[in-house]
Each structure stands twice: as C-alpha cells, then as structure tokens.
C-alpha cells in the first residue's frame, strides 16, 4: 500500500469516528450543580426541596449512592449539590452541607507587602 493510499484509510477511519456517535452531553455526564436552602426533608420518600437564590424550588431524591459530607440534610440547611436527571426525577449524586467554599485569592497589595518582609 503507497503512503497515500494508508493516507486516504486513516482519513476515513478519522472521518468515520467523527461522525459516528455523538460525544456525551457534560451536563448529563457530570451532572447539574445547584445552590441553596433546603425547605423541606421526606425522610420516607427519600426526598428534599432546595430553594435557590432565585427564590425557584427544586425536588430532589437521595439514593444510597448518594455521598453526603458536612452533616445530615435538614430544613433550613445550605447546601451545594449535584445532581442528574433520570425517569422523571432530580436524583442527587452529591450533597455538601454548609456555606460553599469561597476561592481566596490575595490581592496585589497583600502580595507585595508580603515580599517587603
């Protein structure tokens, strides 16, 4: 086979994993993230609402694969989630109690009055 002709099938290859089957969507790979204030708790229905700032309720369930850190999913706690949607349902894949982290950044002037030290 000349160099062009193994060319011409690595093009095609290439081609044909392209427009094959589409990449996954992200949002549905890694979830959808959400912020707020937990109004309500059905430790029966394994299940909670979250009031974002917006002021928009959102009904989640838990499963047991569900990882939940920083305590137990109450009314009135803030928390930060993420979570996927399947058969009609917001099921919670992570759940973080507490306020969220907030990145600490030093500001120019912090920096160089550290390097005058």
Do not use: Q
Not at 3 to 25: D, Y
Not at 26 to 53: C, M, P, Q
Not at 68 to 90: E, I, M, P, S
């Amino acid at each position: 086979m000349t160099r062009l002709g193994i060319a011409a099938c690595f093009a095609m290859v290439l081609t044909a994993s392209l427009l094959g089957e589409p990449l996954p969507n992200r949002v549905k790979s890694h979830g959808i993230a959400l912020s707020g204030t937990v109004t309500s708790v059905d430790e029966a229905r394994k299940s909670f609402a979250v009031r974002n700032s917006a002021g928009k309720d959102t009904r989640l369930v838990w499963t047991n694969a569900t990882t939940v850190t920083g305590g137990k999913v109450t009314a009135g706690a803030n928390v930060t989630l993420r979570y996927l949607d399947k058969d009609g349902k917001h099921i919670a894949t992570s759940i973080v109690i507490g306020e969220p982290a907030v990145a600490r950044t030093a500001t120019p002037a912090a920096r160089i009055e550290g390097l005058k030290d």
